[in-house]
């Protein structure tokens, strides 16, 4: 899977409109570009205040955004990694799995 930048910012203006957050919060007008550690820090800051504030919210955004419940619930088990990173990392991919499902198919 790419994870250029233009692809990263594409994901994170998903992640903005999915998790209904201000334009404010990522900043994304401000960027030109970005790398994955920085998308992922973005990225797991929503995921951690959410846990922190509402988790229900969380887990509906999850399920509207179509991330794989048996996989994060697998992740969540085998590892002692923090639970917001991994939730991070799992929607990241999932963000970019739906950009470059656009990209296929808006070049047909």
């Known amino acids: 899977m790419s994870t250029n930048s233009d692809d990263l910012m594409s994901g994170l203006a998903l992640v903005e409109k999915d998790f209904k957050l201000e334009k ?4 994304l ?3 030109s570009e ?11 800051r929503v995921v951690e205040d959410l846990m922190a504030r509402d988790f229900n919210q969380l887990i509906n955004v999850l399920y509207r955004i179509d991330v794989s419940e048996e996989k994060l619930k697998e992740a969540l088990a ?3 990694d923090n639970p917001a990173s991994i939730i991070a990392n799992m929607i990241i991919e999932r963000e970019l ?4 499902t656009r990209k296929k198919y808006s070049q047909s």
Do not use: C, P
């Not at 799995?97 to 470059?100: A, N, P, S, T």
């Open 34 to 44: 970005i790398g994955y550690d920085q998308a992922f820090l973005l990225v797991m």
């Open 29 to 31: 007008s401000e960027r």
């Open 24 to 27: 404010s919060y990522l900043n």
């Open 78 to 80: 085998i590892t002692n």
């Open 97 to 100: 799995q739906k950009v470059e």
